[in-house]
């Protein structure tokens, strides 16, 4: 007797970073999209989403670092921060 396996549930990724003063910043992070709504939604307007839908853990990390094939960021100098533009709870649960 077969025993069929329950079709796996494949979870999207997502690249966001924290807000402050309305303004973006910090270190890019990396986690699943269910983890990013339920982020969103217990505090929304402190996390700003770089990009969503993305296959895999491997790729959003790399992504996340600058890492994904082109050339690598320089460190030093100044960090850049920019303005957050207001946003619609919906659009931060992006559809993929």
């Known amino acids: 007797m077969k025993v069929l396996k329950s079709p796996r ?3 999207s990724w ?3 970073q924290t ?3 309305n303004m973006a910043g910090g270190p890019h992070r ?3 999209q269910s983890e990013w709504n339920e982020m969103e939604m217990l505090t929304p307007g402190r996390l700003c989403l770089i990009q969503a839908c993305i ?4 790729v959003a990390t790399r ?3 600058g ?3 082109g050339p690598v960021r320089e ?3 100044p960090v850049h921060r920019r303005p957050v533009a207001a946003r619609s709870p919906a659009a931060s649960q992006a559809r993929c």
């Not at 296959?55 to 491997?58: G, T």
Request: with cysteine.
């Open 55 to 58: 296959a895999s853990e491997a």
């Open 9 to 11: 549930h494949v979870e």
């Open 63 to 65: 992504l996340a670092r």
């Open 67 to 69: 890492t994904c094939g």
């Open 30 to 32: 990396v986690c699943e």
């Open 75 to 77: 460190s030093s100098g």
């Open 19 to 21: 807000v402050s003063k």
């Open 14 to 16: 997502v690249i966001y």
